[in-house]
């Protein structure tokens, strides 16, 4: 616990464990990092307005009441990485920010969500080698934003369609795998918005996108490459 200071908690071997809560008030910043192992987040982490990272040289999982918060102000972000592993959350664990972007990426491995609120802000769920896929229990939202990008190799909610609360999606999957979004807002806009051609883009797999609350718009290309 920091009133207004960083924390910056850093093992050079083995795992990070949180067990109990870590906060930082005012504009304190928290970065975790296991630099040989695994992060485990079983109990809530939390800043005011500052940023959180959280780095895991090979997974970060999340436990039911592993939520991470930024509780005020937009400027906060939620970074998350696993390094050579994959990025676990659990179906209730939740990652909230009041605008700030968050950012799950798994270079190496995949990446399984609970539920990511980041208000109006953008979201970037990225896992070059593995799949997105979810594990909350409908009508439960994976994704709740201004905007998203979701990119992975071998699918985008394969079994299950990834459950979204935005404005704007855009996604790829470069190998077999199919992409499957359920949207619940207003309307949802297909667009590459983060750059590129494609607003939605796969090879070889399915393409579904579903806006189940109103108007879906197609402002960039589609392609389901053969």
């Known amino acids: 616990l920091t009133s207004d200071g ?20 005012g504009a304190g ?10 992060v485990v987040i079983n109990s809530p982490v939390t800043s005011n ?14 436990g039911i009441d592993g939520h991470v ?3 005020s102000g937009v ?9 050579t592993g994959n990025l676990t959350m659990d179906g209730s664990s939740v990652i909230t920010t009041q605008g700030g972007s968050v950012t799950l990426s798994a270079p190496l491995g995949s990446i399984a969500l609970g539920q990511v609120d980041a208000a109006a802000g953008n979201i970037f769920v990225e896992t070059p080698t593995g799949n997105i ?5 409908d009508p439960a939202v994976n994704l709740v934003g201004g905007s998203a990008y979701c990119f992975a190799q071998s699918g985008v909610g ?4 990834i459950r979204t609360t935005l404005s704007q999606f855009q996604g790829e999957v470069t190998a077999a795998g199919d992409l499957q979004v359920f949207d619940t807002g207003a309307s949802l806009t297909l667009s590459a918005w983060n750059g590129g051609i494609h607003s939605i883009r796969t090879n ?19 392609q389901a490459v053969l």
């Open 49 to 62: 307005t500052g940023s959180v990272t959280i780095s895991g040289n090979t997974d970060v999982t999340h």
């Open 29 to 38: 910043t928290i970065n975790l990092d296991a630099n040989a192992g695994n």
């Open 69 to 71: 918060t930024v509780s």
């Open 133 to 137: 896929t979810k594990n909350t229990i």
């Open 158 to 161: 394969s079994a299950a369609a």
């Open 6 to 25: 960083l924390i910056d908690i850093q093992t050079a071997a083995g795992n990070l464990t949180v067990s109990n809560p870590v906060q930082a008030g």
């Open 75 to 83: 400027a906060g972000t939620v970074t998350e990485t696993a390094t």
């Open 204 to 222: 070889s797999g399915l393409i579904g996108i579903e806006a189940s609350g109103g108007n879906l718009t197609v402002s960039d290309p589609v």
